[in-house]
Nanobody, 114 residues
Framework: VQLQASGGGLVQAGGSLSLSCTASETIHSSVPMGWHRQAPGKQRELVAFIRSGRDPTIADSLRDRFTISRDNAKKTVYLQMTRLQPEATGVYYC?????????WGQGTLVTVSS
């Protein structure tokens, strides 16, 4: 599976940004799709993931500002980010699958200026 992420860019603090990630093939709705991010000098961390039949999982610190959704027909997962702060700066990677068997996209850079 190949994943193509888009939507990153530069935004001012307090602004919003939407990311999308499209898979090269159909992903069963029960297979998790989601996002991690890696800030400069830090480890990659989970942002959110979504799969059918369960509520989306979003990191506790982001739950009130980030929304994840998915369009299975379009093979795409979305991440809507609001009220962004500089600490959200980093490379955002989309992924498909369980941690033991996961495919990653190439990453898209999000930069939040203060």
């Amino acid at each position: 599976v190949q994943l193509q992420a888009s939507g990153g860019g530069l935004v001012q603090a307090g602004g919003s940004l939407s990311l999308s990630c499209t898979a090269s093939e159909t992903i069963h709705s029960s297979v998790p799709m989601g996002w991690h991010r890696q800030a400069p000098g830090k480890q990659r961390e989970l942002v959110a993931f979504i799969r059918s039949g369960r509520d989306p999982t979003i990191a506790d610190s982001l739950r009130d500002r980030f929304t994840i959704s998915r369009d299975n027909a379009k093979k795409t997962v979305y991440l809507q980010m609001t009220r962004l702060q500089p600490e959200a700066t980093g490379v955002y990677y989309c992924h498909v699958g369980q941690p033991s068997n996961r495919y990653w996209g190439q990453g898209t850079l999000v930069t939040v200026s203060s």
